[in-house]
């Protein structure tokens, strides 16, 4: 019973002054703690995917070799027949599928070559930094005024 009342007395001599000290700080107070947290944010939504990482390089590098070989293949066959005469007297060179072909190859290879190995981009980067900050927001009061606020918001969308 005693133990109680010592422990309800501390507890309720430390929460007002950690209230008051949480009601004096503003948001740069806490830039810190706002950085570690979208920093773990980040480390727990896009960690998980990094386990994909040596799988996605590893299908990358078997489809640049596979593509590769394809299309050094192709480019040899379209070089032999339309640039060293090997090209039947009849067939004309505008409107062949050859040259068709080739710029499919070349954006095949392309979109393969743009591949990232792992399956993070800067836009989920952002939106989670985003949505992380989010609630964060209102605290901008405790450093300027809400009309410099509007202001700046409305010279940054408009």
């Known amino acids: 019973m005693v133990r109680d009342a010592v422990v309800h007395r501390w507890g309720s001599a430390v929460a007002p002054g950690a209230v008051a000290r949480f009601a004096k700080a503003g948001l740069l107070d806490f830039k810190g703690e ?3 947290m979208v920093v773990f944010m980040l480390i727990l939504t896009l960690g998980p995917l990094l386990l994909f990482a040596a799988q996605l390089a590893e299908v990358k590098r078997t489809g640049l070799r596979e593509y590769g070989t394809l299309a050094q293949r192709y480019t040899r066959e379209f070089d ?3 640039l060293r005469a090997g090209a039947p007297a009849g067939e004309r060179l505008v ?3 050859d040259i068709q072909s080739l710029a499919a190859m070349g954006s095949g290879y392309e979109m393969v ?3 990232s ?3 993070i981009t800067k836009d989920t980067v952002v939106q989670i930094v985003v949505a992380t900050l989010v ?3 209102p605290l901008i009061l405790t450093v300027m005024p809400m009309d410099q606020v509007v202001k700046t918001l409305t010279r940054v969308l408009f």
């Open 113 to 115: 070559e743009g591949r």
């Open 34 to 36: 706002i950085a570690v």
């Open 95 to 97: 409107g062949s599928a």
């Open 117 to 119: 190995f792992t399956p």
């Open 80 to 82: 032999g027949k339309w």
């Open 135 to 137: 609630p964060i927001a």
